[in-house]
């Protein structure tokens, strides 16, 4: 499995940027793919998942409203279109995929990276205030 994710750059705030991840090697009909980021010093996070099944979608509660996830089956290709940045979206990105549709939370309803295998190299995504 492989994943690449290209996009990622410099922002000033209230702008935008699209992320894209193609990946390879597994079933992309039967996958669920996801975005996280890290900024330095802290935790990994969930942003935003799809899953092919049902084109469901996860959003975290920071970005909800200003990020969009979408696929193009095609391309095995999945994007995060990325509006009004904010200087704490400021990370780098990562896209994680796992070889099953379901989009897997933790009890507190944030997405679950345990049961992400599969991680590219990721993206930085600065914005600047």
């Known amino acids: 499995v492989q994943l690449v994710e290209s996009g990622g750059g410099l922002v000033q705030a209230g702008g935008s940027l699209r992320l894209s991840c193609v990946a390879s090697?597994?079933?992309?009909?039967?996958?669920?793919i996801a975005w996280f980021r890290q900024a330095p010093g802290r935790e990994r996070e969930g942003v935003s998942c799809?899953?092919?099944?049902?084109?469901?979608?996860y959003y975290a509660a920071s970005v909800k409203g200003r990020f969009t996830i979408s696929s193009d089956n095609a391309k095995n290709t999945v994007y995060l279109q990325m509006n009004n940045l904010k200087p704490e979206d400021t990370a780098v990105y990562y896209c994680a995929a796992r070889t099953d549709w379901g989009i897997p939370l933790t009890s507190m309803g944030s997405l679950d990276i345990r049961h992400f295998t599969s991680w590219g190299q990721g993206t930085q995504v600065t914005v600047s205030s």
């Open positions: 799809i899953s092919s099944k049902d084109d469901g979608t």
């Open positions: 090697g597994f079933p992309f009909d039967d996958y669920a």
